[in-house]
Every structure is written in structure tokens, then in C-alpha cells.
């Protein structure tokens, strides 16, 4: 069965330090990849997402992701976090013609 | 982006009863709808996706007698746990996709929470 995984439950960081969320699925297949994003008490929102073309893909608030297909990956960047960045992240794989799966989700702390 | 609504945001009902929650696109033809269940710190589990018009699609393990769903027009899809009971508390949010949109995007609502006693 199609899974994804995400390397931390959760992560913990400084104001102003690098963030690398790592994402792994297992789907051999062509795949569209998403990363959401969702704050505290609010819906899931769209972060990026790729579906074809340049695999390092820029989304909103200065997240990057960057695919590569040996691996499986599809980990989420940023180079300087903010405490509003403060969230649970979720990957999800939509594998062509089927639905979503989601990751179990890694939740970010951002200490003022 | 488009706009995908949920109500009632929360709901507090007694072991035994109904409870019926909508979700709607507000500026967009939804010809697909998902509904997910959400557990404390836990991912999205997908429940079942319904086209507009036709019978929805349940996936392994969920009750199809126990959640209802109906997709009767292109911006309203309605869940409904049916008898709940507390083991039936969770987070259900639904996305949409549809006419207009990239077929490999959904929008996702704001989600019910669903606390039965």
C-alpha cells in the first residue's frame, strides 16, 4: 500500500534557524506532492505543490521544497524561521488517478 | 484559492444521536468531495470521496450505514454520524475539487469537531 512518512514528530527550533522537514513516500508511480500547513486551531492550507517540471519548488511564506525522485523525497525548507511559523506540516502524495495520502504530520515549535 | 465552508464548526451531541454536517464550495463547482477524520496529533485519515450525483465511495474499514454521505449538488456535500457514540469524537474536515481547478487539487474546509458524551 501507498504510505508517506515523515522523518520528525516534532521539531523544535530558534527563531531565525534553518528548517529541513523531511518527507518519503513509498508509490513507484507518477505522483502529484503537496505540502500543508496548519497553524493552531485553523484548516489545513496549501504551503507548494508539484506536479511537473523544476523539482525545487517555492511556495508561499519562503518554503521551498525539493523533489527528487531517486530518493523519494519531498522535504520542505526554509531558511529562517519565524514563531509564526508555529504549526503542524502534513506531506501528501496524490498518486495520478487515485487519492491523496497523507503523512502523519510533524509539528513545529518556534521559541521566540 | 477557492473557499471551502464546514458547519457546524463544532458540535456536542449525546451518545445515540445524529449529527449532520455540511460542507460547501463557496465559489466553485465541487464535482468530487472528500470527508477526512482527524485524531489528537494524529494525520488525515481519508473516510470516503463522493462525485456530485452518484454514491460515494467508502474506503477499507469505514461504516458506510454509520456515515452518511450525500453529494446532491455541485457546492454541498453533507456527513452524517449516524447513532454516535464517544469513540466516534473527532476532527472531520472535507475538501473539494472540481470544475475550474487543477483535477489534482483539493481545498480543504475548516473542519467540524465532533465531541460525543
Known amino acids: 500500500a501507498q504510505s508517506v512518512s515523515q522523518h520528525n514528530h516534532h521539531v523544535i527550533l530558534s527563531e531565525a534557524a534553518s528548517l529541513e522537514l523531511g518527507c518519503n513516500y513509498s508509490y513507484g508511480g507518477t505522483v502529484n506532492l503537496f505540502w500543508y500547513v496548519q497553524y493552531p486551531g485553523q484548516h489545513l492550507q496549501l504551503l507548494l505543490k508539484?506536479?511537473?517540471?523544476?523539482?525545487l519548488v517555492k511556495g508561499i511564506k519562503g518554503f521551498e521544497a525539493e523533489f527528487i525522485k531517486s530518493k523519494f523525497s519531498f522535504n520542505l525548507r526554509k531558511p529562517s524561521v519565524q514563531w509564526s511559523d508555529t504549526a503542524e506540516y502534513f506531506c501528501a502524495v496524490n498518486p495520478v488517478l487515485r487519492n491523496f495520502v497523507f503523512g502523519p504530520g510533524t509539528r513545529l515549535s518556534v521559541l521566540p | 484559492g477557492a473557499v471551502v465552508s464546514q458547519h457546524p464548526s463544532r458540535v456536542i451531541c449525546k451518545s445515540g444521536t445524529s449529527v449532520k454536517i455540511e460542507c460547501r464550495s463557496l465559489?466553485?463547482?465541487?464535482?468530487?468531495m472528500f470527508w477526512y477524520r482527524q485524531f489528537p496529533k494524529q494525520s488525515l485519515m481519508l473516510m470516503a470521496t463522493?462525485?456530485?450525483?452518484?454514491?460515494?465511495?467508502?474506503e477499507q474499514g469505514v461504516e458506510k450505514d454509520k456515515f452518511l454521505i450525500n453529494h446532491a449538488s455541485l457546492t454541498l456535500s453533507t456527513l452524517t454520524v449516524t447513532s454516535a457514540h464517544p469513540e466516534d469524537s473527532s476532527f472531520y474536515i472535507c475538501s473539494a475539487a472540481g470544475t475550474g481547478l487543477h483535477y489534482n487539487e483539493q481545498f480543504f474546509g475548516p473542519g467540524t469537531r465532533l465531541t460525543v458524551l
Open positions: 465559489d466553485f463547482q465541487a464535482t468530487t
Open positions: 508539484y506536479f511537473s517540471g523544476d523539482p
Open positions: 463522493s462525485n456530485e450525483g452518484s454514491k460515494a465511495t467508502y
